[in-house]
């Protein structure tokens, strides 16, 4: 991959980024603020899967997080045998939540409004007072299961239990499905996470890390020093996108070394979004995952969860991720999504109905176009 990346990158550099060939699009601000168009989304991001949990995060038998994506308040636990499960956070009998703390570590699932129980597969486990509750045979229905797989050191999640199952290989698609894989992240463990509830629309987030015009703007106190400007490998993997960012040293490598000796990757920020609603992005030896979960009712209204994954048999390098964790925690927060913030500001305000993308922005409309594609009817 080193070569492969190194080659086509080498090539951009020495044509330069394009000129633009045709006039800037007009985007109406509606596709972030349409409440029907909200539901529809929600919809779309249910019905695929969604990048939950580490799976380290809950290794150990009977551990569990809950989270709500799409609307959908959701149990990961995983069971006696090890097997990661998902299901809904809801009580079979009358609705009620049946976990109410974030994470922790259990035999069972226990309902605190009457005291129906639960398996760590979502199995029914007992009835309370079940003589007194039907004269019939007792209900079976446990908790509703959702689709579940681990892959790349994640738990993914479909939120939709009416959704054919996907596989996760396939949804990736092969050529992205190998990055990820020649990038570590199977071998990646859980380091640190965090929420941040953001005022904005989910895709003004995502926009952030699919194009580059804002770098030695936005990121001029911060990043932008260490890379080139508005030079990035833009690829497509099966309805997903990529970015290759080089560093300044990188482009220098690949002029003055020789080609067998070049290591292309290490020194590269690499974006990949995944449609629709996650980020994986890699840079300096880890992952950061961005998982972008929209408010059920409110397009302005999006949790992000920032998790870092990092190499398992360098996961005791403290010092040095947790360097790397203060660092995207200030740059991402205070830049990137303060940015998101303040676009969705005024166009709640109405100070703006049409937004001009550029040439060199072209994979926001790229990126809504594969959305409106999941988009139900």
């Known amino acids: 991959m080193d070569l492969a990346i190194g080659d086509e990158l080498f090539a951009l550099a020495e044509a330069g980024s394009p000129a633009a060939d045709r006039p800037a699009q007009q ?19 249910a019905a695929h899967p969604v990048a939950a949990v580490a799976s380290s995060e809950i290794a150990e038998p009977g551990s569990f997080v809950t989270a709500e994506f799409a609307g959908v308040p959701v149990i990961v636990a995983r069971d006696h045998d090890g097997v990661a499960h998902a299901m809904r956070n809801v009580c079979a009998h009358r609705g009620a939540t049946v976990v109410a703390e974030p994470s922790g570590t259990g035999r069972i699932f226990s309902c605190g409004f009457h005291g129906w129980s639960y398996d760590l597969d979502g199995s029914l486990r007992a009835v309370s007072d079940k003589q007194r509750f039907s004269s019939e045979a007792p209900c079976t229905m446990g908790l ?8 790349h050191g994640m738990v993914w999640v479909t939120p939709n239990p009416d959704t054919e199952a996907k596989d996760l290989a396939d949804w990736l698609g092969s050529e992205l499905d190998d990055v990820l894989t020649e990038l570590g992240m199977p ?25 580059l015009y804002h770098l030695k703007y936005l990121h001029r106190n911060s990043i932008a020093p260490y890379f080139p400007n508005d030079l990035t490998l833009s690829k497509r993997y099966n309805g997903h996108f990529g970015g290759w ?9 690949l002029r003055d070394e020789p080609r067998d000796e070049w290591k292309v990757v290490d020194g590269c920020t690499a974006a990949f979004t995944l449609v629709p609603g996650t980020v ?6 880890h992952v950061e995952l961005f998982s972008m979960r929209p408010h059920p009712t409110e397009p302005n209204r999006t949790t992000c969860r920032l998790t870092m994954l990092v190499p398992a048999d360098r996961a005791g390098e403290t010092e040095l991720w947790d360097r790397n964790w203060e660092r995207v925690c200030i740059t991402i927060p205070d830049e990137d999504f303060a940015a998101a913030v303040d676009v969705q500001r005024n166009v709640d305000a109405g100070a703006v109905d ?17 959305v409106d594609r999941l988009l139900p009817d």
């Open 187 to 211: 071998e990646m463990v859980h380091h640190a996470a965090t929420e941040y509830d953001l005022a904005c629309n989910w895709k003004l987030l995502t926009d952030g890390f699919m194009e």
């Open 144 to 151: 509703r299961r959702l689709s579940c797989e681990e892959r």
């Open 280 to 285: 994986i992005q890699w840079q300096a030896g």
């Open 354 to 370: 049409v937004l001009q993308i550029g040439f060199n922005e072209e994979k926001l409309i790229q990126h809504l176009h594969e």
């Open 27 to 45: 985007l109406t601000v509606d596709v972030y603020t349409d409440p029907v168009r909200h539901a529809r989304e929600l919809a779309a991001i």
């Open 245 to 253: 960012l080089p560093k300044n040293r990188v482009l220098r490598m």
